[in-house]
């Protein structure tokens, strides 16, 4: 079983940054995919980034992060972090870590929600205007 926590999260005026943690536990959990999940209120929970095992450590992006967040891997720590600049309000969102083994899988998986097996309970970001 996999275990996924979060933390980082909180209050940041317009065009502050973040930098959220995800500390993950469990067999295998190395191998794992790890990624960054976000649900504002009324609208349905998005990717925001993924970053695979670290033999592989390729990244993927939703198209609207345009390089203002950064995911990066630390297995000695068990830590996948995700560095957030330049917050708009439009951030503001409960914040989840999901795991998934995807080996073998094509890219959009990656990305997507429902190929995620695991996840933590959330953070909560809110940027204020």
């Known amino acids: 079983q996999i275990e996924l926590e979060e933390s980082g999260g909180g209050l940041v005026q317009t065009g502050g940054s973040l930098r959220l943690s995800c500390l993950f536990s469990?067999?295998?959990?190395?191998?794992?995919?790890i990624g960054w999940f976000r649900q504002a209120p009324g609208k349905e929970r998005e990717a925001v980034a993924t970053?695979?095992?670290?033999?592989?450590?390729?990244?993927f992006y939703a198209d609207w992060v345009k390089g203002r967040f950064t995911i990066t891997r630390d297995d000695a720590k068990n830590t996948v972090y995700l560095q957030m600049d330049n917050l708009k309000p439009e951030d503001t969102a409960e914040y989840y870590c999901?795991?998934?083994?995807?080996?073998?899988?094509?890219?959009?998986?990656?990305?997507?929600?429902?190929?995620?097996?695991?996840w933590g309970k959330g953070t909560l970001v809110t940027v204020s205007p």
């Open positions: 999901a795991a998934a083994y995807l080996e073998g899988y094509s890219d959009k998986h990656y990305l997507s929600a429902n190929a995620m097996e695991h």
């Open positions: 469990g067999a295998g959990a190395k191998w794992y995919a």
């Open positions: 970053i695979n095992f670290s033999e592989d450590g390729r990244t």
